[in-house]
């Protein structure tokens, strides 16, 4: 099929993406290494889905490969849709994640093997060799102190450190996957034994992979901190306790989501307590939770027809692919899976089938085979008439898919040209740029939650302006209400993701001053990030610190003292306590807490901390000795007159500080109370729009 420049076009395409894959970086991006990455994927797809439909469209009929691997892609990127539909009303970030990505990897493998050109295996591992040498370089480079990030530093605002963490892949585990995948397939390969050439690049990349296993060592600074297995099994058994998460998942672009709802309590005690996981530690576990079993099954169905395909007998073209493809699922299934692998894993079986298509049926689908099954009318207009207009449509669609993909990273342009504004202190200009890409992509919940940060950042610093005129006091109040509206519409989007209640919570934290109704919003939107992150010490200690403010002692020491459960070595959680003790008059209890507290700090680290405890405890103490000196009798104990004074000796609240706002000088409360209101009884459509 389609044997002519545009077959041997794609075929280029294909090896110039293969090369593209494991080096290239974009610096002027949000999120360079997943996004650059995410973006070849999606534009390999999106090529192999128009010259397919292109030559489709030329030869008047679709061809299909019969091949084992089509049946089980068809089901696993069902089952990725379905997750990704089912688990979101909104699903835009799962599409343009994960899911999409999942999605790409399917359409590569289904579609492809027909545009290649029969057997290109040997240029391929050609063009990974060169990439491979390149990430080797890099590496050594990066050893000796000055590498390629020195170089990305220059062009990008990031700041990435001069050490083995920097690669152009993204990281020493996705180089050691690589450069293992690629000694093994040399190694392996029959017809390159005895070339000398191929031994000094299996030599140099033996190099580059032992460089990056030493990388890679728990006890290097460059170490990967992958999330505890016993965890990752712990919250893949409980997303399997409820039929619907069990069946579709959280969904593919949120296994973040699902950590922080499943989290394990004992995790807190551990030194990853603080961190936020993306991905389990094995890809299997991953996609158990993010999309269920239906995909899960799908995926193993799919593992399963690989590897039997690969080691058919009779199967004797591309066999030096056939290493690529087995090493490459075997680090899909103990580590977790990132975009390079899963691209250059579709690019290689892609090439692998390629190689060996005169063994597979091509099924032929037109439409007059479907209206004409005789063959009566060969000629029939209707029927060539109605092929067209179908071939038509399915390019539109894929039109409409690149638009909203180009839309999405024209997002991720607009946010790294807000960061530089930030790093350059120009505020005005990171708001236009968040607005740019809320406006981009204004089903993203990522966006929305940017631009409300910023919107409020913006709002604050007008507001401490020493020349405040009617213009800017207009503007501040416009601001707030973009931060209310975006933080909210941030909270429809993802409602199951802690960090978008929080971001509405923290302005409504800033107007706490100005009126009465933002207490209770603030109060209800951080119940919620306590509802989506159960097992999270910190969101429920600054539940309960948000209450002291509100002077409710008893239910705040309530919220520390589940925070403590959670995390029974969290020293600013019994400091916290102790305040509220205090204020509450429970003196005995407030000085067993600054015990505890006091017991969990290292003097040698955290001196000040230290110190300041020490001084609190000793007055306390002595009122607490009062009081045990004191009758039973007494009816009233004595309170310690002391402002709660919030520390934090080795953790950073969630929520910011609000204390030094010139937004309560500034906004009228009336005025504040009516956009509360107003946004409060906005309907979700509105919201969003």
């Known amino acids: 099929m389609f044997k002519n420049n545009k077959t041997n076009a794609f075929t280029l395409f294909a090896l110039i993406l293969a090369f593209l894959l494991p080096v290239l970086l974009i610096p002027s991006i949000n999120n360079p290494f997943v996004s650059t ?42 089952s990725i849709l379905l997750s990704s539909l089912v688990t979101h009303q909104y699903p835009f970030d799962q599409l343009v994640g994960w899911g999409g990505f999942f999605l790409s990897f399917a359409t590569i493998i289904i579609f492809a093997p027909t545009l290649i050109k029969k057997d290109h ?66 190694i392996l390969s029959k017809s390159q034994r005895s070339n000398i050439l191929q031994k000094i690049i299996i030599a140099t990349l033996v190099v580059g992979l032992g460089i990056n296993i030493y990388a890679a060592l728990p006890s ?54 603080q961190f936020s996981f993306e991905s389990a530690t094995a890809f299997p576990l991953t996609l158990i939770v993010s999309g269920g079993l239906l995909a899960f099954l799908s995926w193993l169905f799919f593992i399963s027809r690989t590897i039997t395909l690969v080691n058919i007998k009779k199967t004797q073209r591309a066999q030096v692919l056939k290493y690529f493809i087995i090493t ?44 004409d099954p005789f063959n009566l009318q060969p000629n029939n207009k209707a029927n060539r008439y109605t092929f067209t207009t179908i071939s038509l449509l399915f390019m539109t669609g894929v039109i409409f898919l690149a638009y909203q993909l180009i839309l999405n990273y024209a997002a991720h342009v607009a946010t790294y040209q807000a960061t530089v504004a930030v790093s350059k202190e120009d505020f005005n200009l990171a708001f236009v740029k968040q607005e740019q890409a809320r406006n981009l992509a204004n089903r993203s919940a990522i966006w929305r939650r940017n631009y409300a940060t910023t919107s409020l950042e913006l709002a604050i610093a007008l507001s401490n302006k020493t020349d405040i005129t009617p213009v800017d006091q207009e503007q501040v109040l416009e601001l707030i209400n973009v931060a209310i509206t975006e933080a909210r519409a941030a909270t429809i989007l993802q409602p199951k993701f802690y960090q978008n209640w929080l971001v509405l919570t923290n302005v409504y934290l800033q107007l ?18 306590v509802l989506t992150s159960p097992n999270d010490p910190l969101v429920r200690m600054n539940l309960g610190l948000l209450l002291m403010r509100l002077e409710q002692w008893e239910q705040a020491s309530n919220f520390f003292i589940q925070a403590i459960e959670r995390k029974p070595d969290l020293a600013v959680a019994y400091y916290n306590l102790a305040q509220a003790y205090i204020q509450g008059g429970q003196i005995l209890e407030a000085e067993n807490a600054l015990q505890q507290a006091l017991a969990l700090i290292n003097p040698e680290t955290d001196l000040e901390d230290y110190t300041i405890v020490e001084k609190e405890l000793a ?27 919030i520390i934090d000796p080795g953790t950073e609240p969630l929520l910011e500080a609000t204390e030094d706002s010139s937004l309560t000088n500034l906004l009228n409360e009336q005025e504040t109370s009516n956009l509360l209101r107003e946004n409060r009884l906005t309907s979700e459509e509105e919201a969003l729009n």
């Open 512 to 529: 706490l001053e100005v009126t009465e109704d933002a207490g209770q919003l603030a109060f209800e939107s951080l119940s919620q990030a």
């Open 619 to 645: 007055a306390v103490s002595e009122q607490a000795d009062q009081l045990r000196t004191q009758a039973e009798t007494q009816a009233e104990s004595q309170v310690l007159n002391l402002e709660p004074e």
């Open 121 to 186: 295996s040997q240029k391929l591992i050609q063009v990974l060799n060169v990439a491979g040498l390149i990430i080797v370089f890099g590496s050594i480079l990066q050893l000796f102190g000055f590498g390629f990030n020195q170089i990305f530093n220059q062009l990008s605002v990031f700041e990435f450190p001069n050490n083995l963490s920097f690669s152009l892949s993204g990281g020493v585990l996705l180089n050691i996957q690589l450069l293992s995948a690629l000694i093994v397939t040399n």
């Open 220 to 273: 290097q600074e460059t170490s990967p901190i992958l999330l505890p297995l016993p965890a990752s099994i712990a919250i893949a058994r409980e997303s399997l306790a409820v039929s619907r998460t069990a069946l579709f998942g959280f969904g593919p672009n949120s296994y973040g989501q699902a950590f922080h709802l499943l989290k394990p309590a004992w995790l807190n005690t551990s030194e990853f307590w």
């Open 37 to 78: 990455k995410g973006i070849l994927l999606f534009f390999l797809a999106l090529g192999t889905l128009v010259t397919y439909i292109v030559q489709s469209f030329k030869e008047k009929k679709w061809l299909i490969s019969s091949n084992p691997l089509v049946l089980p892609l068809v089901l696993f990127a069902g």
């Open 328 to 371: 490459a699922i075997i680090w899909q299934i103990i580590l977790p899976l990132n975009i390079l692998m899963l691209g250059l894993l579709a690019l290689v079986t892609s090439f692998y089938l390629a190689a060996n298509l005169d063994n597979y049926k091509i099924k032929k689908f037109s439409f007059n085979n479907l209206f």
